[in-house]
């Protein structure tokens, strides 16, 4: 998955992320840049696409 490293400024591909839902139930991904270490989130689709085709 693709995530934005805001202090590197450029796009970092991670493969291992953490998926949870805010408190605002948004569904976010939790990673760390592989190059500065600075923590990166995502904001995910609001169904998975199991949910999606039922």
Do not use: S
């Not at 450029?10 to 190059?35: G, I, S």
């Amino acid at each position: 998955m693709t995530f934005y490293c805001v202090q590197c400024k450029a796009e970092r591909e991670v493969e291992t992320f953490e998926e949870f839902r805010t408190k605002h139930n948004l569904r976010m991904a939790k990673a760390t840049c592989p190059v500065c270490g600075f923590p990166l989130y995502r904001k995910l689709d609001t169904q998975p696409e199991q949910e999606k085709k039922a």
